[in-house]
Antibody, heavy 119, light 106 residues
Framework: QVQLQQPGAELVRPGASVKLSCKAS????????MNWVKQRPGQGLEWIGM????????RLNQKFKDKATLTVDKSSSTAYMQLSSPTSEDSAVYYC????????????WGQGTLVTVSA | EIVLTQSPAITAASLGQKVTITCSAS?????MHWYQQKSGTSPKPWIY???KLASGVPARFSGSGSGTSYSLTISSMEAEDAAIYYC?????????FGAGTKLELK
C-alpha cells in the first residue's frame, strides 16, 4: 500500500534552514507528482508546491519561491523540502501529498511534520 | 489566483439530517476536489473530480457542480462525519484550497 513517511517533529532555530523529508513506498516513485502543503495551527491548508521525481520539474506557489526548495532522491524514493531562514510564521505542520492520477488532487498524504521555530 | 469560498464556515447537523456544503470559485474551474480532516490527523481525500468518491468513503456522500459552484452533500448525517471539509482546485499554475467548513454533530 502507498505510504508517505514523515518525521513527526522538527525544532528549528530562527534563521537556520531545515530540510524536511518524505519517504515514499508502495508505488512507482517517479510516476507521480509529490506536493507539499502547509497548515498553521488552527488554520487551513496552503499549497507550497510540487515536484515530479522523474525529472525534478518543480512548480512552486510564488508565495513560497524564496522560502521553499523542493528536491528528490530517486535512489531512496524520498522527497525533500528545505525551508530557508525560518521565522515564527513558518511554524506549522508540513504535509507531503502524492498526486492522484490526473495530477491535480492529493490522493495520499503523509502524517505531517510539525515544525517549531524557536530559539 | 482563484479564490475558493466555502459556506457555511461552521454548521451543525443532527443524526440523519441532510447536509450540504458549498464551494464557490472566483473563476470557472474544471474540477473540484474535497478533503476531510479530523483533529490531529492528516487530511483525507474524500471526493475528487467533482463527484468521485475516494476509497472507503461512504455512499451517503456525494459531490456535484460545475463552473464556479460546487457542493458536497451528506444524505444522512452520522456521528463519524463530524470533521472539517476543504475544497481544492488546480488552475495552473496555482493550487488553492477553501478555508474549510467545520461540521459538528448537533
Amino acid at each position: 500500500q502507498v505510504q508517505l513517511q514523515q518525521p513527526g517533529a522538527e525544532l528549528v532555530r530562527p534563521g537556520a534552514s531545515v530540510k524536511l523529508s518524505c519517504k515514499a513506498s508502495g508505488y512507482s516513485f517517479t510516476s507521480y507528482w509529490m506536493n507539499w502543503v502547509k497548515q498553521r495551527p488552527g488554520q487551513g491548508l496552503e499549497w507550497i508546491g510540487m515536484i515530479h521525481p522523474s525529472d525534478s520539474e518543480t512548480r512552486l506557489n510564488q508565495k513560497f519561491k524564496d522560502k521553499a526548495t523542493l528536491t528528490v532522491d530517486k535512489s531512496s524514493s524520498t522527497a525533500y523540502m528545505q525551508l530557508s531562514s525560518p521565522t515564527s510564521e513558518d511554524s506549522a505542520v508540513y504535509y507531503c501529498a502524492r498526486s492522484g492520477g490526473t495530477g491535480d488532487w492529493f490522493a495520499y498524504w503523509g502524517q505531517g511534520t510539525l515544525v517549531t521555530v524557536s530559539a | 489566483e482563484i479564490v475558493l469560498t466555502q459556506s457555511p464556515a461552521i454548521t451543525a447537523a443532527s443524526l440523519g439530517q441532510k447536509v450540504t456544503i458549498t464551494c464557490s470559485a472566483s473563476s470557472s474551474v474544471s474540477y473540484m476536489h474535497w478533503y476531510q480532516q479530523k483533529s490531529g490527523t492528516s487530511p483525507k481525500p474524500w471526493i475528487y473530480e467533482i463527484s468521485k468518491l475516494a476509497s472507503g468513503v461512504p455512499a451517503r456522500f456525494s459531490g456535484s457542480g460545475s463552473g464556479t459552484s460546487y457542493s458536497l452533500t451528506i444524505s444522512s448525517m452520522e456521528a463519524e462525519d463530524a470533521a472539517i471539509y476543504y475544497c481544492q482546485q488546480w488552475n495552473y499554475p496555482l493550487i488553492t484550497f477553501g478555508a474549510g467548513t467545520k461540521l459538528e454533530l448537533k
